[in-house]
């Protein structure tokens, strides 16, 4: 990478008594539906891997399919479909439930166990000796959806992670159509779970998150499924995260009007339905206290979480940093 | 912040597959014990917080003291004095044995218990049921240096972590006489284990540094303090931090040739007594990977670590990025 790229802005700090200690830099892209950027902080044209903020728009051909409603699946499904969760055992146990009811097995699962992402929910689970499976991987939901696809289309669910796997080609072209992009030659890796992650402009990426908040104009049932999404997100947003996290946080104080969703190495998208605008944002680091406090600045900023939601929402918004003992040391904040 | 300050270079990149993900920018300086810059990147006057990156230089007043003499200390101590522990079994009972033989307890301890910081650790620390004390403090080891310190004295140890304390007075007072500098009127805030945190330039940290690793020129006694910390670190490197560690890591390959310390928010310290250099770095954005990696590559361009070094040394030097399962996802690697 050229030393001499511009900096992107200084986006959120840490500070300790009296001064700023560390501070994460980013960039981030606040659009409408129709592609007119509201707002944005520094290069929104460069590629990034978009990972798992994109789990909401990964989770269209799942509900597309008519799985749902074949499977007699809930709210609940739809979430953990769109979640990286915390591997808690009312994920692990929803998980292992919904795949039992389309014919299949947490087996089936190509991703790999691993103890929870949330020290808490880590330490718990080692604690209480759980036996960790597929299924307590972050990415289970994701993939059950994936897996429903595939049951629901007749397709062998075998190397389901594959890019040249039916699921994952449809996977594509929905990130295409969504965000009005050509994904074909872009840059390749493979994520935390095995599946592909493919390089997209943030804002392409902002494009196709503004459609989820807006889907006017595209097809109708594309339109239905992204409305059953947000639903299924606002009713069962502890599916989306779990005990403590900031997704869940939010959408249980913001309900419909706040779809966010965090992505490995400090990436965040979110939909507004009200306000008709997506997000997307990418800390430079790669961390997630910088993405949190950069998108909670944002959902301050665009008027999805007011004065009083802020207040009950101020531990996800601007968090205290204490020392072992709870002492006050400093704080993260908003620096844009 | 202003926005509109300098960026710092990139240090360290983050890859995954075609592409680079995520990167690190920082700042470091590379000195001897005469003030001369070897090597620098960045803002090297700006301010920073040492936080634990320093404590091989707080251990000179307890060694100074005549603890180690008087209490029948050795290395193994002098390096937990240095240590920035897993609070793994072997660093908390040595710590407790410790306490015991200076007349005090692990109550005496000033610091909170939590979980160890490598998750690993933590994870067995739950699987075992270890019932945490004070001993398991990243920073109990350092503790006791303090403690030992004022009981060796004749000093009421009670208060010991305020700045008011003569055992804190005496560290700043050591900072400014390595650092060559006035620490009365910089920045303060609280560390994770309660102690005050100085602010300082990196510069200054840069030649206290330096005469860690050439200590000519300085009084007999403190010089004779200098030799035995860094002995006592190269003999027993897993005291200073533990299994799987960098610290430790590249201490045990490169004994003496080698004091390396982190600390908190992408801290850096590193004095090479061969090469007569000292070292210190501070990542913007405070993480571990970044401050790691770069510290990696700065033992590797001054000759520190050879060729057939690095390649004993390459999961600490350039660790890969792997996903759940194991296969290959990405690199850390240095940027300059």
């Known amino acids: 990478m050229p030393q001499s790229i511009a900096a992107n802005p200084i986006l959120v700090e840490a500070t300790r008594g009296d001064m700023v200690e560390s501070f994460h830099r ?39 399919s008519g799985a749902v409603e074949a499977f007699g699946l809930e709210d609940k499904h739809i979430a ?12 692990a146990q929803t998980v292992k439930a919904w795949l039992e009811k389309i014919g299949l097995s947490v087996d089936t699962l190509e991703c790999a166990p691993h103890y929870s992402l949330s020290l808490n929910a880590a330490i718990k689970q080692a604690s209480d000796h759980v036996s960790l499976t597929k299924a307590h991987n972050n990415c289970s939901g994701k993939h059950s959806g994936f897996l429903s696809t595939a049951q629901q289309l007749g397709e062998d669910p075998s190397g389901y992670i594959e890019e040249s796997h039916p699921v994952q080609q449809r996977l594509i072209k929905v990130l295409e159509e969504m965000g009005d ?38 097809d109708a049932k594309r339109i239905d499924a992204i409305k059953r999404i947000r639903k299924g997100c606002a009713n069962a947003p502890f599916m989306v995260a779990g005990t403590g996290r900031f997704c869940t946080g939010i959408m249980e104080e913001c309900g419909e009007n706040a779809l966010v969703k965090v992505g490995a190495e400090g990436v965040y998208c979110a939909a507004f339905p009200k306000q008709g605008l997506g997000v997307a944002l990418k800390i430079d680091d790669g961390t997630q206290r910088g993405a949190e406090v950069a998108m909670g600045a944002i ?16 531990k996800y918004l601007t968090p205290v940093l204490t020392n072992w003992a709870g002492k006050y040391a400093g704080d993260l904040r908003p620096a844009f």
């Open 26 to 64: 980013g960039r981030y892209v606040v659009m409408t539906s129709d592609g007119t950027v509201v707002d944005q902080g520094g290069d929104i044209d460069a590629l990034m891997y978009p990972r798992s903020a994109i789990k909401p728009l990964l989770a269209i051909p799942f509900v597309e």
């Open 80 to 91: 953990l479909a769109c979640s990286s969760h915390n591997g808690e055992e009312e994920h």
């Open 181 to 218: 992009c050509d994904l074909s030659s872009t840059p390749r890796g493979i994520d935390g779970c095995g599946i592909p992650v493919i390089g997209m402009r943030l804002r392409d990426l902002g494009l196709a998150m503004a459609r989820m908040a807006d889907p006017a104009g595209l």
């Open 299 to 314: 959902l301050r900023k665009h008027g999805v979480i007011d004065d009083a939601k802020a207040e009950v929402l101020k």
